[in-house]
């Protein structure tokens, strides 16, 4: 599997077989992102004598997280998908860091705007669906709970590519994904040039 993570400005890429991840690559700076994701994926391939015809599937975050980035991620999973004949699988970005988590948390994402993204998982099962919280209000909803993510975290926990492809593992084992010919975008509110001309 082939896994892939660009929600937050960093590049990811993780090479998992069916039980673990066997290759990884991290690129922390956002600059030309599309770019460098390409170049990842050509290399953690090659340096595993794989080609994308020999994947079983992707994973893909798709959200939610910077426009731009959940874009770039996955408009490139789907194409590879799409080329090769595979199918693909969207990770949520919060599900991701709630990843052997085994007790109550709440994943949070800084949203920008006095926001955060937030969801609260127990021992790693969605508790809540995916909420906007204003940031005075974090600690009441995650009353309870263990916070986890880059902002008001009790534990800092930045969404990557291996993660994405450790959950989709854990979907495929169980049965309980649905496998997709490409995966939609999960941006939770409108794009602010959208918001502007409304």
Request: charged share 20%; with cysteine; aromatic share 6%.
């Amino acid at each position: 599997m082939l896994a892939i993570e660009t929600c937050l400005g960093e590049c990811s890429v993780a090479l998992l077989n069916d039980r673990s991840v066997v290759s990884y690559i991290l690129e922390s700076r956002a600059h030309k992102q599309s770019e460098k994701l390409i170049l990842m994926i050509e290399q953690v391939l090659e340096e595993n004598n794989t080609t994308y015809e020999e994947l079983d599937y992707l994973a893909v975050s798709n959200g939610p997280g910077s426009f731009t980035g959940i874009r770039i991620g996955v408009a490139t999973a789907n194409a590879i998908a799409f080329a090769a004949g595979k199918k693909v699988i969207g990770i949520s970005c919060l599900e991701t860091i709630a990843f052997g988590k085994d007790e109550k948390i709440c994943s949070v994402l800084d949203a920008g705007r006095n926001q955060v993204y937030a969801q609260k998982f127990i021992n790693q099962i969605p508790h809540s669906t995916i909420e906007l919280v204003e940031y005075s209000l974090v600690s009441e909803f995650a009353a309870g709970s263990k916070i986890i993510g880059n902002k008001f975290a009790d534990e800092i926990n930045i969404p990557n590519a291996k993660n994405v492809g450790m959950v989709a593992l854990k979907y495929l084992q169980n049965s309980n994904t649905e496998l997709l010919n490409e995966v939609d975008p999960l941006y939770i509110r409108l794009p602010d040039a959208k918001i502007k001309i409304i």
